[in-house]
Every structure is written in structure tokens, then in C-alpha cells.
């Protein structure tokens, strides 16, 4: 469990995600719904999440790269911002799939690039280098089952 501290009241978050600064990895790959976010995290607080877009989603909903935990008091003051990253997802859909190669090759190819989380979720290796021909193959790999990318 991971315990912060925000004006007097905690968010403990599960074992399973990881928190770096204001990021948040270890998403289940295969349920990435809002629901199963909000069932790893215990808090007081109001717990509002956007997707990439900034557009309040339902716990049906899917998140993914680019999504954002907003931790609101009763007051509705924002509190702490999270930035979501699911690695292979470079998109922001919440899924890791052919959308997302085709994303990262025109990235590469420089047809159309990004930056930010969407930079960083496409570095599979997480080593903070540019996305390369290697992360494609780990992410079709993943795509394919013979592999799990870590989250």
C-alpha cells in the first residue's frame, strides 16, 4: 500500500499501482474500466477521473495514457492531480492494440508526433528514450499473448 498525505486526509493506494511524482502506472491491462481504479484506492476525498480529452468519465468508462485522478474535499478544491500511464497505450484509449503501432510508427516515421505521457507510455522499456522499432515489437507481442508488458 501506498499512503499520501493531503491536508489531513489519506489516499492509500493499492500494492499494484505505481506512483511517481504525480504519475500513476500498474493499471490492469485488461480491465482498465474507472471502477477498478477506484477499487485500489481508499480515501475520504472526492475522486473524480477525466480521460485524455479532459471529458468526466463514468466507472464504466474506460481510462488510459492521458487520463487524470482529480482529488477533490467537500469543498470541491482540487487537492491532487495523478496522471494515468498504461504502457503500450499511445493513444489514450485504454487498450493496447494496432492503434496504438500505427500511433507509435507515425511517431517514429515523424508524420505525427506527441510528446508528454503519450512519449513516455510508448517507451516500453521505460529506459526514457523515444519510442523504436523494439517497443513495436514488444507491444505486438503483447497484442499477441506471447508476452505481457509491465505496467
Do not use: C
Not at 21 to 31: M, R
Not at 116 to 131: E, Q, Y
Amino acid at each position: 500500500m501506498v499512503t499520501k498525505n493531503y491536508e489531513g486526509t489519506e489516499i492509500i493506494f493499492n500494492e499494484t499501482l505505481k506512483i511517481t511524482g504525480n504519475e500513476i502506472s500498474g493499471i490492469d491491462y485488461l480491465d482498465t474500466r474507472a471502477i477498478n481504479m477506484r477499487n485500489k484506492i481508499q480515501t475520504s476525498l472526492v475522486l473524480e477521473i477525466y480521460n485524455h480529452k479532459g471529458e468526466l468519465i463514468s466507472d464504466n468508462e474506460s481510462l488510459g495514457t492521458g487520463s487524470k485522478l482529480v482529488f477533490k474535499n467537500n469543498d470541491n478544491d482540487v487537492l491532487v492531480e495523478y496522471n494515468v500511464i498504461l504502457y503500450g497505450d499511445a493513444n489514450g484509449d485504454g487498450k493496447i492494440n494496432s492503434i496504438d503501432l500505427l500511433t507509435i510508427q507515425r511517431h517514429i516515421l515523424k508524420l505525427k508526433t506527441f510528446d508528454g505521457l503519450f512519449l513516455k507510455a510508448s517507451n516500453t522499456l521505460k529506459d526514457g528514450r523515444n519510442p523504436s522499432s523494439l517497443d513495436l515489437l514488444r507491444i505486438q507481442r503483447h497484442i499477441l499473448r506471447l508476452s505481457v508488458l509491465q505496467q
